[in-house]
Protein backbone atom coordinates (compact mmCIF):
# COMPACT_ATOMS: atom_id res chain seq x y z
CA UNK A 1 0.00 0.00 0.00
CA UNK A 2 1.45 3.86 -1.13
CA UNK A 3 0.56 6.96 -0.37
CA UNK A 4 0.41 9.30 3.02
CA UNK A 5 -0.07 7.36 6.31
CA UNK A 6 -3.66 8.56 7.39
CA UNK A 7 -5.54 8.37 10.37
CA UNK A 8 -9.23 9.41 9.70
CA UNK A 9 -11.05 10.52 13.53
CA UNK A 10 -14.40 11.07 13.05
CA UNK A 11 -18.06 10.88 14.46
CA UNK A 12 -19.79 9.18 11.54
CA UNK A 13 -22.71 11.58 10.74
CA UNK A 14 -24.08 11.72 7.38
CA UNK A 15 -20.97 14.14 5.53
CA UNK A 16 -18.61 12.24 8.13
CA UNK A 17 -19.61 9.60 6.37
CA UNK A 18 -18.94 10.94 2.89
CA UNK A 19 -15.95 11.63 4.13
CA UNK A 20 -14.98 8.10 5.01
CA UNK A 21 -15.71 6.73 1.73
CA UNK A 22 -14.09 9.21 -0.62
CA UNK A 23 -11.12 8.56 1.41
CA UNK A 24 -11.31 4.51 1.25
CA UNK A 25 -11.77 5.51 -2.80
CA UNK A 26 -8.11 6.87 -2.22
CA UNK A 27 -5.43 4.02 -2.27
CA UNK A 28 -3.00 5.53 -4.50
CA UNK A 29 -3.21 8.75 -2.39
CA UNK A 30 -3.41 7.28 1.51
CA UNK A 31 -2.19 4.59 3.44
CA UNK A 32 -4.79 4.28 5.97
CA UNK A 33 -3.58 3.33 9.01
CA UNK A 34 -7.10 3.15 10.91
CA UNK A 35 -9.88 5.15 11.52
CA UNK A 36 -11.19 6.53 15.12
CA UNK A 37 -13.95 7.33 15.88
CA UNK A 38 -15.81 9.41 18.82
CA UNK A 39 -18.98 10.44 20.06
CA UNK A 40 -20.06 13.51 18.53
CA UNK A 41 -22.68 13.59 16.19
CA UNK A 42 -24.23 10.66 17.61
CA UNK A 43 -23.38 8.50 20.90
CA UNK A 44 -19.92 5.87 20.34
CA UNK A 45 -21.86 3.13 20.24
CA UNK A 46 -23.65 4.18 16.72
CA UNK A 47 -20.13 6.36 15.41
CA UNK A 48 -18.18 3.31 15.59
CA UNK A 49 -20.66 0.93 14.32
CA UNK A 50 -21.58 3.19 11.38
CA UNK A 51 -17.83 3.37 10.46
CA UNK A 52 -17.60 -0.23 10.25
CA UNK A 53 -20.30 -0.11 8.09
CA UNK A 54 -19.03 2.46 5.79
CA UNK A 55 -15.68 0.55 5.55
CA UNK A 56 -17.77 -2.63 4.73
CA UNK A 57 -19.55 -0.78 1.66
CA UNK A 58 -15.99 0.46 0.36
CA UNK A 59 -14.81 -2.99 0.44
CA UNK A 60 -11.85 -2.11 2.90
CA UNK A 61 -11.83 -4.37 5.56
CA UNK A 62 -8.24 -4.38 5.62
CA UNK A 63 -8.60 -0.60 7.50
CA UNK A 64 -9.09 -1.24 11.49
CA UNK A 65 -11.79 0.68 12.80
CA UNK A 66 -11.10 1.98 16.43
CA UNK A 67 -13.82 3.18 19.53
CA UNK A 68 -12.68 6.11 21.36
CA UNK A 69 -13.78 8.42 23.69
CA UNK A 70 -17.56 8.06 25.05
CA UNK A 71 -17.99 12.21 26.05
CA UNK A 72 -16.00 14.95 26.02
CA UNK A 73 -13.34 15.75 28.14
CA UNK A 74 -14.98 17.68 30.87
CA UNK A 75 -18.52 18.05 29.52
CA UNK A 76 -22.20 16.00 29.31
CA UNK A 77 -22.41 14.34 25.68
CA UNK A 78 -23.81 16.33 23.11
CA UNK A 79 -25.77 14.61 19.54
CA UNK A 80 -26.83 16.25 16.41
CA UNK A 81 -29.92 13.27 15.36
CA UNK A 82 -31.66 16.19 14.46
CA UNK A 83 -29.50 16.88 11.11
CA UNK A 84 -27.95 13.27 10.78
CA UNK A 85 -30.76 10.96 11.86
CA UNK A 86 -31.28 8.48 14.91
CA UNK A 87 -28.64 6.29 13.59
CA UNK A 88 -26.57 9.04 12.44
CA UNK A 89 -26.84 8.08 8.59
CA UNK A 90 -30.36 9.12 7.95
CA UNK A 91 -32.46 6.78 6.68
CA UNK A 92 -29.67 4.30 4.93
CA UNK A 93 -30.68 0.95 5.52
CA UNK A 94 -28.43 -1.06 8.76
CA UNK A 95 -27.12 -3.70 8.84
CA UNK A 96 -24.24 -5.24 11.36
CA UNK A 97 -20.93 -4.82 9.21
CA UNK A 98 -19.27 -8.13 9.18
CA UNK A 99 -15.90 -6.94 11.00
CA UNK A 100 -15.88 -5.62 14.71
CA UNK A 101 -13.82 -2.91 15.84
CA UNK A 102 -10.16 -3.07 17.15
CA UNK A 103 -9.62 -3.44 20.80
CA UNK A 104 -7.51 -0.88 21.02
CA UNK A 105 -9.05 2.29 22.47
CA UNK A 106 -8.73 5.29 19.81
CA UNK A 107 -6.02 7.24 21.39
CA UNK A 108 -3.97 4.46 22.13
CA UNK A 109 -4.10 3.98 18.55
CA UNK A 110 -2.98 7.74 17.26
CA UNK A 111 -0.25 7.78 20.21
CA UNK A 112 1.28 3.92 18.78
CA UNK A 113 0.64 4.90 14.97
CA UNK A 114 2.47 8.16 15.28
CA UNK A 115 5.53 6.82 17.67
CA UNK A 116 6.00 3.85 15.41
CA UNK A 117 6.88 5.74 12.00
CA UNK A 118 9.40 8.45 11.10
CA UNK A 119 8.59 12.35 12.71
CA UNK A 120 6.20 14.04 10.52
CA UNK A 121 5.12 10.97 8.59
CA UNK A 122 1.43 10.28 10.18
CA UNK A 123 -1.01 12.52 9.20
CA UNK A 124 -4.44 12.95 11.23
CA UNK A 125 -8.00 14.01 9.50
CA UNK A 126 -10.08 15.38 12.04
CA UNK A 127 -13.71 15.36 11.20
CA UNK A 128 -15.20 15.28 14.50
CA UNK A 129 -14.79 16.50 17.93
CA UNK A 130 -11.31 16.76 18.75
CA UNK A 131 -11.33 14.65 21.98
CA UNK A 132 -9.29 11.84 20.70
CA UNK A 133 -6.58 13.71 19.81
CA UNK A 134 -6.48 15.64 22.69
CA UNK A 135 -6.36 12.94 25.06
CA UNK A 136 -3.56 11.06 23.10
CA UNK A 137 -1.93 14.56 23.75
CA UNK A 138 -2.47 14.55 26.96
CA UNK A 139 -1.05 10.48 27.37
CA UNK A 140 1.93 11.38 25.35
CA UNK A 141 2.69 14.45 24.60
CA UNK A 142 5.45 13.40 22.94
CA UNK A 143 3.09 12.86 20.25
CA UNK A 144 3.05 16.60 19.12
CA UNK A 145 6.73 16.74 18.00
CA UNK A 146 6.00 13.74 16.18
CA UNK A 147 2.92 13.78 14.08
CA UNK A 148 2.53 15.10 11.06
CA UNK A 149 0.21 17.36 9.16
CA UNK A 150 -3.17 17.76 11.26
CA UNK A 151 -6.06 19.13 9.06
CA UNK A 152 -9.71 19.35 11.01
CA UNK A 153 -13.27 20.31 9.94
CA UNK A 154 -14.11 22.86 12.73
CA UNK A 155 -14.65 26.37 13.42
CA UNK A 156 -16.61 29.33 12.33
CA UNK A 157 -15.67 32.99 12.09
CA UNK A 158 -17.24 35.31 8.93
CA UNK A 159 -20.19 32.57 8.18
CA UNK A 160 -20.87 32.70 11.94
CA UNK A 161 -22.18 29.02 14.03
CA UNK A 162 -24.57 26.08 13.12
CA UNK A 163 -25.14 25.70 17.02
CA UNK A 164 -24.88 28.68 18.42
CA UNK A 165 -25.15 32.30 16.50
CA UNK A 166 -21.01 32.00 16.61
CA UNK A 167 -20.14 28.12 17.31
CA UNK A 168 -19.80 25.30 14.81
CA UNK A 169 -20.55 22.02 16.27
CA UNK A 170 -17.41 20.00 16.57
CA UNK A 171 -15.90 23.02 18.78
CA UNK A 172 -18.92 23.36 20.64
CA UNK A 173 -19.13 19.73 21.31
CA UNK A 174 -15.70 19.57 23.28
CA UNK A 175 -14.22 22.84 23.53
CA UNK A 176 -12.12 22.27 26.63
CA UNK A 177 -10.36 19.43 23.46
CA UNK A 178 -9.48 21.98 20.78
CA UNK A 179 -8.28 24.36 23.22
CA UNK A 180 -5.93 21.48 24.23
CA UNK A 181 -4.91 20.47 20.30
CA UNK A 182 -4.19 24.19 19.40
CA UNK A 183 -2.20 24.75 22.47
CA UNK A 184 0.18 21.61 21.09
CA UNK A 185 1.90 23.18 18.40
CA UNK A 186 0.80 21.10 15.62
CA UNK A 187 1.05 21.93 12.12
CA UNK A 188 -2.51 22.57 12.43
CA UNK A 189 -5.50 23.23 9.49
CA UNK A 190 -8.81 24.29 10.42
CA UNK A 191 -11.45 24.06 7.40
CA UNK A 192 -14.46 25.66 9.14
CA UNK A 193 -17.69 26.80 7.99
CA UNK A 194 -16.36 29.81 6.48
CA UNK A 195 -15.25 27.16 3.85
CA UNK A 196 -17.00 24.55 4.23
CA UNK A 197 -20.83 26.85 3.27
CA UNK A 198 -18.88 27.23 -0.05
CA UNK A 199 -19.04 23.53 -1.14
CA UNK A 200 -22.88 23.10 -1.57
CA UNK A 201 -24.74 19.78 -2.23
CA UNK A 202 -26.77 20.80 -4.73
CA UNK A 203 -29.73 18.94 -6.57
CA UNK A 204 -27.69 18.40 -9.78
CA UNK A 205 -24.11 17.35 -7.89
CA UNK A 206 -26.25 14.78 -6.03
CA UNK A 207 -27.69 13.49 -8.85
CA UNK A 208 -24.30 13.06 -10.64
CA UNK A 209 -23.64 10.78 -7.80
CA UNK A 210 -26.88 8.62 -8.10
CA UNK A 211 -25.92 7.88 -11.43
CA UNK A 212 -22.96 6.54 -10.46
CA UNK A 213 -23.35 2.67 -10.05
CA UNK A 214 -20.68 1.52 -7.38
CA UNK A 215 -21.57 0.94 -3.87
CA UNK A 216 -19.53 3.92 -2.51
CA UNK A 217 -21.55 6.23 -4.90
CA UNK A 218 -24.90 4.73 -4.32
CA UNK A 219 -24.47 5.10 -0.40
CA UNK A 220 -23.18 9.08 -0.57
CA UNK A 221 -26.41 9.63 -2.70
CA UNK A 222 -28.64 8.00 -0.06
CA UNK A 223 -26.96 9.97 2.58
CA UNK A 224 -26.57 13.82 1.03
CA UNK A 225 -30.28 13.04 -0.09
CA UNK A 226 -31.25 12.88 2.89
CA UNK A 227 -29.14 15.44 4.17
CA UNK A 228 -30.54 17.55 1.60
CA UNK A 229 -33.91 17.17 2.92
CA UNK A 230 -33.84 17.36 6.84
CA UNK A 231 -31.78 20.19 6.22
CA UNK A 232 -34.46 22.05 3.82
CA UNK A 233 -37.34 20.70 6.74
CA UNK A 234 -34.80 22.85 9.92
CA UNK A 235 -33.26 25.35 8.04
CA UNK A 236 -34.55 26.05 4.63
CA UNK A 237 -31.64 25.35 2.68
CA UNK A 238 -32.14 23.80 -0.53
CA UNK A 239 -28.33 23.48 -0.94
CA UNK A 240 -26.89 21.77 1.97
CA UNK A 241 -23.11 21.92 2.87
CA UNK A 242 -20.60 19.43 2.76
CA UNK A 243 -18.60 20.27 5.29
CA UNK A 244 -16.44 16.67 6.50
CA UNK A 245 -15.83 15.55 3.23
CA UNK A 246 -13.55 18.98 2.71
CA UNK A 247 -10.81 17.87 4.67
CA UNK A 248 -9.94 14.72 3.06
CA UNK A 249 -10.38 16.98 -0.49
CA UNK A 250 -7.94 19.22 1.33
CA UNK A 251 -5.37 16.75 1.36
CA UNK A 252 -5.98 15.49 -1.81
CA UNK A 253 -5.75 18.28 -3.60
CA UNK A 254 -4.98 21.41 -1.48
CA UNK A 255 -5.25 23.83 -4.47
CA UNK A 256 -8.99 23.50 -4.42
CA UNK A 257 -8.69 25.56 -0.74
CA UNK A 258 -6.97 28.79 -0.09
CA UNK A 259 -5.83 29.08 4.00
CA UNK A 260 -4.04 31.81 6.21
CA UNK A 261 -1.85 31.51 8.84
CA UNK A 262 -4.36 32.67 12.08
CA UNK A 263 -3.68 32.64 15.76
CA UNK A 264 -6.85 30.87 16.93
CA UNK A 265 -8.52 30.39 20.23
CA UNK A 266 -11.55 28.67 21.69
CA UNK A 267 -14.11 30.07 24.42
CA UNK A 268 -14.83 27.66 26.77
CA UNK A 269 -15.60 29.96 30.01
CA UNK A 270 -19.20 31.21 29.02
CA UNK A 271 -22.23 29.02 28.08
CA UNK A 272 -23.50 32.20 25.89
CA UNK A 273 -20.21 32.07 23.44
CA UNK A 274 -19.23 28.61 24.03
CA UNK A 275 -17.30 26.93 21.81
CA UNK A 276 -16.76 30.44 19.87
CA UNK A 277 -13.41 30.05 17.71
CA UNK A 278 -11.53 33.71 17.58
CA UNK A 279 -9.63 33.69 14.28
CA UNK A 280 -6.98 36.34 14.41
CA UNK A 281 -5.27 36.80 11.44
CA UNK A 282 -3.49 40.24 12.40
CA UNK A 283 -0.14 38.31 14.05
CA UNK A 284 2.37 39.71 16.77
CA UNK A 285 5.16 37.94 18.97
CA UNK A 286 1.84 37.49 21.24
CA UNK A 287 -0.56 36.37 19.22
CA UNK A 288 1.92 34.04 16.80
CA UNK A 289 0.34 31.91 14.15
CA UNK A 290 -1.19 28.13 15.76
CA UNK A 291 -3.04 27.10 12.71
CA UNK A 292 -3.87 27.80 9.39
CA UNK A 293 -7.55 29.00 8.47
CA UNK A 294 -9.54 28.03 5.20
CA UNK A 295 -10.80 31.13 3.55
CA UNK A 296 -12.33 29.88 0.56
CA UNK A 297 -13.22 26.72 -1.05
CA UNK A 298 -13.44 25.50 -4.85
CA UNK A 299 -17.00 23.93 -4.42
CA UNK A 300 -16.95 22.76 -7.89
CA UNK A 301 -14.15 21.06 -7.79
CA UNK A 302 -14.85 18.96 -4.36
CA UNK A 303 -17.92 17.71 -6.19
CA UNK A 304 -15.89 16.97 -9.26
CA UNK A 305 -13.15 14.95 -7.21
CA UNK A 306 -15.47 13.34 -4.79
CA UNK A 307 -17.91 11.84 -7.80
CA UNK A 308 -14.69 11.20 -9.84
CA UNK A 309 -13.26 8.70 -7.28
CA UNK A 310 -16.37 7.45 -6.06
CA UNK A 311 -16.99 6.47 -9.68
CA UNK A 312 -13.86 4.19 -9.70
CA UNK A 313 -15.03 2.33 -6.80
CA UNK A 314 -12.01 3.02 -4.80
CA UNK A 315 -9.73 1.61 -7.83
CA UNK A 316 -6.47 3.86 -8.35
CA UNK A 317 -7.16 7.21 -10.34
Known sequence: MSGIPLIIDCDPGVDDAVALLLAFAAPDAFELIGVTTTAGNVDIGQTVRNARLIRQIAGRGDVPVHAGAARPLTRAPVGASDFHGESGLGDFPLVEPDLPADPAPAHDAIIAAVMARPPGAVRLAVTGPMTNLALALLKAPQIAGRLGPVVAMGGARSEGGNVTASAEFNIWADPEAAVAVLAAGLDLTLIGLDATHQVRAT?????????IDTPSAQAAWAVLDFCQRRQKDLVGWDDPPLHDPCVIAFLLDPA??????AHIRVETGSDLTRGHA??????SAASPANARWATKADGQGVFDLLTRRLSRSGLAS
Do not use: D, G, S
Open 203 to 211: RERIARLKA
Open 278 to 283: QVEFRL
Open 256 to 261: LFETRP
